[in-house]
């Protein structure tokens, strides 16, 4: 398998111009081509001749070292797109990116401008970002990619904010990191599941994941019985007696239950909104809790019960 390191730049148009189908419009994309020993195989590298906000935002100059005058000659997105798609190539790859950004407006620049979508579901990736937090043992740290180059140590001899030296500077990184983190992939779901059969149920050993297709509403979602469930992620055991669904935000729901054999199951429910078609879907994790997470997941249970009998 190959890894494609994807970064991207982009503008944005004044707030009277944005579109909110794509908020964000991408001026060039830069990639580096990696075998499945982390060598460096091919680099890609191209701007945008952009077509809907056609000026560089006042607040994007300050940051991406692109000018008008750079882009006038480039091609329109569509064109880079198709080179793009070309350069991944047809064998198996993965892409790679810092943070969960670029896939996000890579798709949403893919859907405005009618191209080939890079997948029709939830798309699987290594967040190099949130890899890095598990390499530093902080699962939650989220670098910016300056600051972990500087903690390596990396010389700094490419500007930042061009995509292909992002890239470079991300491979460095994942070089950096331990390989056995690779296993935990991060999807994108720009585009969600079409239907029950296409979720996403994957099993990471410590936790599961589960992503489910679109609901009419968020009470039909939260209702269903496959998304209440509460499974045991060692032994996959189905735990009748558990908390009740609960929510203090309305939008993550929480339950807990007791595995004989492995003790205490969380699963949290993080219920979303599907951007193209509007409607809710949910992303369900399911792992094995210590006791002072258990205390910790009681007490807002019980703060849920009394903030409703306010
Ligand atoms: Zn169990």
Redesign the pocket.
């Known amino acids: 398998m190959n890894y494609i390191v994807l970064d991207l730049e982009w503008n944005m148009g004044s707030r009277r111009e944005e579109l909110k189908v794509m908020p964000f419009e991408i001026i060039e994309i830069g990639a580096v081509k990696l075998d499945e020993n982390l060598a460096e195989t091919e680099r890609f590298s191209r701007l945008i001749r952009p077509q809907v906000y056609k000026r560089m935002h006042w607040a994007n100059k300050k940051v991406v070292n692109i000018e008008n005058s750079d882009l006038q000659d480039a091609e329109g997105f569509e064109m880079v797109y198709s080179e793009f798609l070309a350069f991944c190539g047809d064998d198996p790859y993965i892409f790679c990116t810092w943070g969960d950004t670029d896939l996000t407006e890579l798709q949403r620049n893919i859907y405005y401008f009618d191209c080939l979508p890079l997948s029709e579901g939830p798309l699987e990736f290594l967040d190099i970002q949130k890899l890095n937090g598990y390499n530093n043992g902080a699962p939650k740290e989220r670098l910016s990619l300056e600051k972990a180059v500087e903690e390596y140590g990396i010389p700094e001899n490419k500007g930042f904010h061009r995509a292909v030296n992002d890239a470079v500077y991300t491979v460095d990184i994942m070089k950096r990191i331990d390989r056995k983190y690779e296993i935990f992939t991060s999807f994108n779901t720009y585009h969600t599941p079409a239907d029950t059969e296409s979720e996403v149920k994957r099993d990471y050993g410590t936790y599961t994941k589960h992503i489910t297709h679109c609901f009419p509403d968020k009470m039909s979602l939260l209702h269903n019985k496959r998304i209440k469930a509460l499974t045991?992620?060692?032994?996959?055991?189905k735990?009748k007696k558990g908390l009740p669904l609960f929510t203090l935000n309305g939008k993550n729901y929480l339950t807990m239950g007791e595995?004989?054999?492995?003790?205490t199951?969380k699963s949290k429910i993080r219920i979303k909104k599907d951007e193209l078609q509007g409607k809710p879907y949910a992303i369900k994790t399911t792992r094995?809790i210590n006791d002072a997470e258990k205390t910790s997941v009681e007490e807002k249970y019980q703060k849920s019960i009394s903030s409703k009998s306010e």
């Open positions: 045991c992620p060692a032994c996959g055991r735990i595995c004989t054999v492995h003790g199951v094995l």
